[in-house]
């Protein structure tokens, strides 16, 4: 069994709590929006703005938000909720797995988060999204405590 828990040990369980939170959001974000109407996610849009939650309703934040929401219910809802449902459960598995240490889900761990970080760059370039580069760079940083733990994990006596 392992010794000293170190601080890398603490970022590695922070990171994969976080990425669960995540996961369980995206579920529950993906179930919410298959039984909410377009028109009701528009008013909610709408109010969103008026009020000033994301700057001025003329501003750059405000018209993103507005885009997105607009691109959303004109056509990209299946899409959107089949990618929240589907990232979700795998990330959901993933992190399960990895915090049970099993040791043959690091390798797929790596690979879908790195196929994660190509999608969002992808994304982030095609939509100019502000948020898609912040979780890219979230994503990197999980891929690297990932690797870390791996490793430890592979240099253990069994």
């Known amino acids: 069994m392992r010794g000293e828990v170190t601080l890398t040990d603490r970022l590695f369980r922070v990171a994969m709590w976080l990425k669960g939170l995540d996961a369980v959001?995206?579920?529950?974000?993906?179930?919410?929006?298959?039984?909410?109407?377009?028109?009701?996610?528009?008013?909610?849009?709408?109010?969103?703005v008026t009020r000033d939650l994301l700057g001025p309703p003329a501003g750059p934040l405000a018209g993103h938000f507005e885009e997105a929401v607009q691109h959303f219910v004109g056509g990209a809802r299946a899409f959107v909720i089949c990618y929240l449902l589907i990232h979700g459960v795998i990330k959901l598995g993933l992190v399960i797995a990895l915090l049970?240490?099993?040791?043959?889900?690091?390798?797929?761990?790596?690979?879908a988060l790195g196929l994660f970080v190509v999608f969002e760059l992808l994304r982030g370039v095609q939509t100019g999204s502000l948020v898609l580069p912040l979780l890219t760079i979230m994503d990197i940083v999980i891929i690297v405590l990932v690797v870390k733990e791996y490793r430890e994990i592979r240099r253990e006596p069994t």
Not at 100 to 111: L, N
Request: charged letters at 15%; a positive charge.
């Open 25 to 48: 959001s995206q579920l529950l974000g993906g179930v919410l929006l298959i039984f909410l109407p377009p028109r009701a996610l528009t008013r909610i849009a709408h109010g969103i």
């Open 100 to 111: 049970r240490r099993e040791v043959r889900w690091y390798p797929v761990a790596i690979t």
